[in-house]
């Protein structure tokens, strides 16, 4: 056990699976755009999302309060996020990408993070930045998870209850509305996932029940929840073995040793994850105007997207979170590793 005056270190495992994490649905855009793609580094939106579960349960065990809550959520997540959806709405007034469609209703419902889209069919409605999708989903669990900290006790089995219910209806009744196609998407159940391995770290006396209730539900979860078009199964399923083992080998000794280029990795995942979309199309229309092979344009794309991803962090996104900082709560919480 911790004795008094001893420091909680950081978990840096979680910050080694963030980059992980980004790095793969970087993996994955590459080698999709190269016409070979690799399913699995899609996984990546999973385990970010199964890791917000877990992150939001162990930051408020001490207690928080909704309002500072959420405002500190969306102060880390929204600033970024419209600076670079800004960045799409100029690439789109200066004509430079014919991809990008210039709709004023999306455009307000993007920096609103309100899921838009003008067409129907059962699909993913990709706002202006379109890896906002995966934003617009965090922020609706912030929100729910804001306001369940109003409750005093039994709030992830109020989470699992909400979010199950959400998924339940859109399997039930087929919605096809942009919000309720997004708000009841099967991958929202990552952040339930999560969230009960958030519950197991800071109560180690249920430990060894929600693991088990947990390989379960996993175990059901991946033949009921996969269906055409949708996500939210195998993916999620993995993204949680994948943090039950990260956390295990963070419980034993003195845990995960830090190495700083993949902390840095870590660090940088958010701004990797968000940016990748611009020097990934600039290798894409140079590879076409040079006719550069598929191989070639891929490397490339990877390089630059990591490189500027972390230059973004460095150049930007640091600066911003200091000057944000004096609104913000402190802005890296240390999760106690004695359990």
Same mark, same amino acid.
């Given at each position: 056990?911790?004795?008094?005056?001893?420091?909680?270190?950081?978990?840096?495992?979680?910050?080694?699976? #963030?980059?992980? @994490?980004?790095?793969?649905?970087?993996?994955?855009?590459?080698?999709?755009?190269?016409?070979?793609?690799?399913?699995?580094?899609?996984?990546?939106?999973?385990?970010?999302?199964?890791? !917000?579960?877990?992150?939001?349960?162990?930051?408020?065990?001490?207690?928080?309060?909704?309002?500072?809550?959420?405002?500190?959520?969306?102060?880390?997540?929204?600033?970024?996020?419209?600076?670079?959806?800004?960045?799409?709405?100029?690439?789109?007034?200066?004509?430079?990408?014919?991809?990008?469609?210039?709709?004023?209703?999306?455009?307000?419902?993007?920096?609103?993070?309100?899921?838009? !889209?003008?067409?129907?069919?059962?699909?993913?409605?990709?706002?202006?930045?379109?890896?906002?999708?995966?934003?617009?989903?965090?922020?609706?669990?912030?929100?729910?998870?804001?306001?369940?900290?109003?409750?005093?006790?039994?709030?992830?089995?109020?989470?699992?209850?909400?979010?199950?219910?959400?998924?339940?209806?859109?399997?039930?009744?087929?919605?096809?509305?942009?919000?309720?196609?997004?708000?009841?998407?099967?991958?929202?159940?990552?952040?339930?996932?999560?969230?009960?391995?958030?519950?197991?770290?800071?109560?180690?006396?249920?430990?060894?029940?929600?693991?088990?209730?947990? +390989?379960?539900?996993?175990? +059901?979860?991946?033949? #009921?929840?996969?269906?055409?078009?949708?996500?939210?199964?195998?993916?999620?399923?993995?993204?949680?073995?994948?943090?039950?083992?990260?956390?295990?080998? *963070?419980? #034993?000794?003195?845990?995960?040793?830090?190495?700083?280029?993949?902390?840095?990795?870590?660090?940088? !995942?958010?701004?990797?994850?968000?940016?990748?979309?611009?020097?990934?199309?600039?290798?894409?229309?140079?590879?076409?105007?040079?006719?550069?092979?598929?191989?070639?344009?891929?490397? @490339?794309?990877?390089?630059?997207?990591?490189?500027?991803?972390?230059?973004?962090?460095?150049?930007? *996104? #640091?600066?911003?979170?200091?000057?944000?900082?004096?609104?913000?709560?402190?802005?890296?919480?240390?999760? !106690?590793?004695?359990?």
């Amino acid at each position: 056990m911790m004795q008094d005056g001893d420091t909680p270190r950081r978990l840096f495992g979680l910050q080694y699976l #963030r980059g992980i @994490a980004a790095t793969g649905v970087v993996l994955f855009h590459v080698s999709q755009g190269a016409g070979t793609p690799l399913p699995f580094a899609a996984y990546g939106v999973d385990l970010f999302f199964v890791l !917000s579960g877990f992150l939001m349960v162990a930051i408020t065990a001490g207690g928080a309060r909704p309002w500072a809550f959420f405002r500190d959520r969306f102060l880390r997540v929204a600033p970024l996020y419209w600076i670079a959806t800004a960045a799409v709405v100029v690439v789109g007034l200066l004509g430079l990408s014919a991809q990008v469609r210039l709709d004023p209703a999306r455009i307000a419902a993007s920096f609103a993070f309100i899921p838009y !889209s003008a067409g129907g069919g059962r699909h993913t409605p990709l706002p202006m930045m379109p890896l906002g999708w995966t934003l617009n989903a965090e922020m609706l669990f912030y929100a729910i998870f804001a306001l369940l900290l109003f409750l005093p006790r039994y709030r992830v089995l109020a989470l699992t209850c909400i979010i199950g219910g959400l998924v339940a209806a859109g399997k039930l009744f087929h919605p096809t509305g942009a919000v309720a196609i997004a708000w009841t998407d099967p991958i929202l159940l990552d952040f339930v996932a999560g969230a009960w391995l958030g519950v197991a770290w800071v109560r180690p006396e249920h430990r060894r029940l929600i693991v088990l209730l947990l +390989l379960v539900a996993l175990l +059901l979860w991946i033949p #009921r929840l996969v269906w055409p078009g949708m996500r939210g199964g195998i993916e999620g399923a993995g993204a949680t073995l994948i943090l039950m083992a990260v956390l295990f080998f *963070e419980g #034993r000794g003195g845990g995960i040793p830090e190495w700083r280029p993949l902390r840095l990795l870590g660090d940088a !995942s958010y701004s990797i994850y968000l940016w990748q979309i611009f020097p990934l199309q600039f290798c894409a229309v140079v590879a076409a105007r040079l006719h550069l092979p598929a191989a070639v344009t891929a490397a @490339a794309g990877f390089a630059l997207a990591m490189g500027g991803g972390i230059l973004a962090y460095l150049l930007l *996104e #640091r600066p911003l979170l200091a000057a944000l900082r004096r609104v913000r709560a402190p802005a890296a919480v240390t999760i !106690s590793a004695d359990r």
